[in-house]
């Protein structure tokens, strides 16, 4: 008899769990709408509100919009006519920043929420998920000796992975300040790219590793040993920032990798490439790694070194190093930045430093500035350039 009253009220308690959002419902408004012109139209219901505005990442109009309201507490806004890509926005209710609460697709970019629509007939579509055989991303954790912890890393694997006896050449690609190892695969829709640009020949197969790169850290906010006490802030404002650790630790993610994984374990099969402060990372990776990577892309690079202490060993001697790497042989060095980045400058003058050195690279160059939009973009020009 007891133990049927216990599997009654265990019964009881998951039929109250399984009817939590019962009376949830899909909102009634459209928003965002994507117009057949590639013009956005956003909808906020907000009757008591006296001003809002869409905060957007797109590059018309600054992002920016102000929304009119209608007579039933409906506002709206419309868009210019935009390019394909993937975008982000918020909405600011009398200021207070929110998501659109009838879009239920958000992603994190450091420690903020943001809303995302994509259009499509052009880069967006390979952030998006087509009728392909598809790779796998897992996380998975190894242990830094160096850094003293278990660390996580997310690992993209191409689709039919393990069900042939193949080995894999290895892209290590590293996230900007505020990231982790998420944000590579949230934001830059990694896995996606990969399953697209395989899929129709312009990449080969590779496997994709995306470390930590907050050294002070485990893992991703929510994800380490601390849980949810570690709030998701700028690198920068976390211990161990640029001093070099991460860089001079680096091959112990490529031992973990190459024991672990089905990988090429050799030179001519590794690649590294990263934003902003995993620009950064790149650089000093790959120079003080010379025998590890054959492909170099740094995107957005975090590299006018001010506020470092350039003196350091893992810093110390850049040109011997950038010379050093170039007499021992690389197949590609790619850098890419925005014109209106805010490192744009520090940019042009590391490629009037490899110049000077006679080091070659290859060096792209786009419109706009710090934002994922490139980021992605330059994904698809870097990409294809590996391992052929």
Known sequence: MKSKLILLLLLLVSSVYAQQNVHSKPSALVSPQINEDNSVTFRLHAPKAKKVEVMGDWEALNGRGTMVRGKDGVWEYSTPVLPSEL???????????????????????????FSIFYIGNGCADYYQVRDVPHGSMTTTWYHSNQLNADRRVSIYTPPFYGKMNKSYPVLYLLHGSGGDELA????????RIMDNLIAEGKAEPMIVVMPNGNVSKQAAPGETSENLAYRPVSTNQLPGYKKGTY??????????????YRTIPEKSARAVAGLSMGGFHTLFVSVNHPNLFDYVGMFSAGINFNGIDMQLPPYADLDGKLKKYHEIGYRLFWIACGNTDFLYEANKDFLKRLDTLKVPYEYHESSRGHLWANWRQYMLKFVPKLFK
């Open 184 to 191: 590579w695969v949230e934001l830059g829709h990694v896995a």
């Open 87 to 113: 975008y982000t926005y918020r909405f600011n209710i009398d200021g207070v920043v929110v998501t659109d609460p009838a879009n239920p697709f958000v992603r994190r970019d450091v420690g903020n929420q």
């Open 247 to 260: 860089e001079m630790a680096f091959s112990e993610i490529v031992n973990f990798v190459d024991a672990t």
